[in-house]
C-alpha cells in the first residue's frame, strides 16, 4: 500500500531509531533531560530566537503561542483556511477563550493589506481586540503555498505598527525553507514565536518545536504544563527531532520533486489540480472524491478527500521513486480509465 494521506504517516529510519535507543536521558519536567535541552538549544539556534520549547504536537504548540501572547476575550487573527481554525478541534476557543477573525486570501495566504484593514485596537468594551495575527507556512488547505520572506516582513511590520504580536505555524516550515532558499531564521526574525513539526516531513515519530523570547517562552512552558504536556524522560523522543534536523532535512526537495513529477505526469493525462503544487502537497480534482477514495485505496493508493471533489495527496521521506510511479499508473488506470 503507497501511503499518500499525509507526511505524519512517515517511520523513523535505522539511523534515527539508533539515535533513540542512545539518547541520554533525564526529567524534563525538570529541566534535567540533556537531549531535550540541546534539541531546544539546536531550535532557537536555527530560528534565532532566545529560547525553544518542546512539545508532544503541533496543535499544542500554536496553542501555546496563542495563549501565551493573549487574554481571553481577545482575537487572534487567521486565514480562513488555517489549520489551527479548521483542525485543531476548536481548542482556541475552548482553552484559550479567544475569538478568531478571519481572513481572505489566494492559497491560504493573507497580505498585508488585508491584514491592515482587519485590526482592532480600542478602548471600547464593547470590542474584542486583536493581539495575534498567524501565519501559516506552508499552507496545507492551499495546495502547500509559501510566504516569501518578503511577504512575511510585510505583514509583520503592519502588525508590529498596530501593536500586534506575529505567530508563524510553520508546521512544514522547512518544506517553505527548502522551495525558497530562505534559511529559518530569516523567516522566523518577523515573528515573535515560531512553530515547526518535527513529526511531518522531517520523519520523527513524534514532537514539535515552539520558538520564541524567554518571557514568552516561560509563559508557554506553564501552560505546557497545565496542558498536561509536561514529559519525562523525553530524550528518547528529543533525539529524533535532533536526528531529523541534523539529517533529513535536505531529503525535503525530494519530496518536492516527487511531487512535481506526479503532478506533471497526471496533468499530461488529463486530471485536473486545482491549486498549485510548490512543494510536498499536491490536490486534485475528481467527480466524486468519496468514491476515488475507496476506488484508489482498493488499487494500492491512500489518499484523503478534503472535500466533495477534492483528493489531497503528500509526498514524504517514506516514498520512493517507484512509489510515485506506482501511484501514477494507479491514478490514471483507477480515475481515467
Known sequence: MIDLRSDTVTRPGAGMREAMAAAEVGDDVMGEDPTVNRLQDRAAALLGKERALFVPSGTMANLLAFVAQTRPGESILLHQDAHPFHYEGGNVAVVGGLLTRLLPGAQ?????????????????????????????????????AFYTEAAFAAIAGVAHEQGLRVH????????????????????????????????KGLGAPVGSILAGDEATLEEAHRYRKMLGGGMRQAGILAAAGLYALE???????????????????????????????????????????????????????????????????????????????????????????
Open 108 to 144: 491560504g495566504r493573507i497580505s498585508a493589506e488585508t491584514l491592515a484593514g482587519s485590526v482592532i485596537r480600542s478602548n471600547d468594551h464593547h470590542l474584542s481586540n486583536t493581539t495575534v495575527v498567524a501565519l501559516e507556512n506552508t499552507t496545507n488547505r492551499g495546495g502547500g
Open 168 to 199: 508563524c505555524d510553520g508546521a512544514r516550515l522547512f518544506n517553505a525553507v527548502t522551495a525558497t532558499g530562505t534559511p529559518p531564521d530569516q523567516y522566523a526574525r518577523h515573528c515573535d514565536t515560531v512553530s515547526f513539526c518535527l513529526s
Open 247 to 337: 539529517h533529513q532535512v535536505p531529503d525535503l526537495a525530494e519530496d518536492h520533486r516527487r511531487a512535481a513529477w506526479f503532478r506533471q505526469t497526471l496533468a499530461t493525462q488529463g486530471l485536473t489540480f486545482p491549486l498549485p503544487s510548490p512543494t510536498n502537497i499536491v490536490y486534485v480534482e475528481v467527480a466524486e472524491a468519496p468514491k476515488a477514495v475507496v476506488a484508489l485505496a482498493q488499487a494500492g493508493v491512500k489518499v484523503f478527500a478534503t472535500g466533495p471533489k477534492r483528493l489531497r495527496v503528500v509526498f514524504h521521506r517514506d516514498i520512493s521513486d517507484a512509489d510515485t510511479e506506482a501511484a501514477v499508473e494507479i491514478f490514471s488506470r483507477t480515475l481515467l480509465s
